[in-house]
């Protein structure tokens, strides 16, 4: 009775932004799951009606009310183009977490999230353990040389190619950098973010030589967990006030002007939803508004504030094509569309190209290309064709999540097609 009287109380607090929907249907014609599905209960306006009747559904059906509200990408597109400026991802993440409170989170996610993401020092001595193993299971593809298939593990990730991890994680190489300012210069606080220090680190490397070649100071602290958005968009608030508190006490001490990211969700994490949970905790509540005032990502840093020269030297002879994909979070979210699109242009070695629907979701989602992997790369399978199309040998993302599934959908079609972060590219034209 007590857990009933909990979750009437939970849902009275989602009433008033459920309210302003209209039903119009907008959210249908960019949901890139419905666009799969056809179902109303895809989109965002069919989980809305769900949750407007949740307390008796949730009752009656537990499992059909987490299926339905797991079937989203959590992109924002349907938030982005909502004319009634219905909140949908601050309901839908709230709708989780109050599933989980009263069904309980998947065991294996509780492992995942308490256990490993909370404990950073457990992660990483985990992936040390692992990583000399990847040669025998994992078998590189000539074509792309970052990921891998892994036939042993085929009955749990199917034909999925995976990325290969690094010989050295950033913490593993750096431990705890501190590079100076010089002066007049900015001093930031470099969020890597799980992947980041563990699997991409040729990101956070370009991102290191950036901030090296126009002076600006950077601090990486060794031993931060993760931003927490992946326990958070499981339903697991427990887990992402843990991690949350974690890197704060962390953060707080240091002393830095911009805590920049080249992950999009990372720094939306930082920025909108550390200060929103924070406030439920009063001891952290100041420091966590403080540190997400600072947060930017990599692309606005260099555009908006350094006002980097990325007008390109004059080439006769460009190397090859490239293109961009519009990670999500990072044009729906963070608004930030222009910026990468200047670094990318910055390398005369490349001739830019626009694809088609560049800023249509990949499908990944997180988690979601773990649970709904057939949709995940129906969805992913849009985007590797426009890819292709477009002629482009080199695709740039500021995202390292997109950038897994993407290497997976190219590596999957055999398409010999590079795959990397908008700072790599930039790098390459420092000297």
Not at 70 to 99: H, N, W, Y
Not at 319 to 342: E, V
Not at 389 to 406: D, E, F, N, R, Y
Request: contains cysteine; hydrophobic residues 40%.
């Amino acid at each position: 009775m007590d857990n009933l009287r909990q979750l009437a109380a939970e849902l009275s607090k989602l009433d008033d932004k459920l309210v302003k929907c209209m039903r119009c249907g907008t959210c249908q014609s960019v949901c890139p799951i419905f666009a799969e599905t056809v179902k109303e209960s895809d989109v965002a306006r069919g989980k809305l009606a769900l949750l407007s009747n949740l307390a008796s559904e949730i009752i009656d059906d537990p499992q059909a009310v987490r299926e339905r509200l797991d079937r989203c990408l959590l992109c924002g597109s349907c938030q982005d183009a909502c004319p009634s400026g219905v909140k949908t991802l601050d309901i839908f993440m709230k709708a989780r977490e109050i599933s989980a409170r009263y069904l309980g989170l998947n065991p294996v996610k509780k492992l995942i999230f308490r256990a490993m993401l909370c404990n950073p020092r457990a992660f990483n001595f985990a992936l040390r353990a692992a990583r000399p193993f990847q040669k025998l299971f994992m078998r590189a593809q000539q074509n792309a040389p970052r990921t891998a298939k892994v036939p042993l593990a085929k009955f749990a990730i199917g034909d999925r190619r995976l990325p290969v991890m690094p010989e050295a994680s950033i913490h593993e190489k750096y431990g705890d950098l501190d590079v100076p300012a010089k002066p007049g210069k900015p001093k930031v606080l470099f969020f890597p973010g799980c992947m980041g220090d563990k699997v991409y680190t040729n990101v956070t490397e370009a991102c290191i030589k950036i901030f090296k070649h126009f002076g600006v100071g950077v601090r990486i602290p060794g031993n931060l967990a993760c931003c927490g958005i992946p326990a958070l968009a499981s339903g697991d608030a427990e887990g992402f006030k843990t991690m949350l508190a974690h890197d704060v006490d962390i953060i707080k001490k240091i002393d830095f002007d911009y805590i920049v990211t080249a992950c999009s969700s990372c720094t939306e994490t930082i920025g909108e939803l550390w200060p929103k949970y924070a406030s439920e905790m009063p001891e952290y509540s100041a420091a966590a508004k403080d540190i997400g005032k600072k947060a930017i990502d990599i692309n606005a840093f260099i555009v908006d504030v350094l006002k980097v020269d990325t007008l390109p030297k004059e080439k006769l002879q460009k190397t090859s094509k490239i293109t961009y994909h519009d990670s999500c979070h990072l044009l729906k979210s963070l608004g930030i569309s222009s910026q990468p699109r200047k670094l990318v242009k910055a390398n005369s070695d490349y001739e830019f190209v626009e694809m088609d629907e560049a800023d249509k979701c990949c499908g990944c989602g997180g988690s979601f290309t773990l649970t709904h992997y057939d949709i995940s790369r129906k969805i992913g399978q849009r985007k590797r064709d426009n890819i292709v199309k477009s002629g482009a040998k080199t695709v740039a993302c500021g995202c390292p999540a997109c950038m897994m599934q993407i290497s997976n959908l190219l590596a999957l079609n055999g398409d010999d097609v590079k795959v990397r972060h908008v700072a790599e590219i930039f790098a390459e034209t420092l000297e």
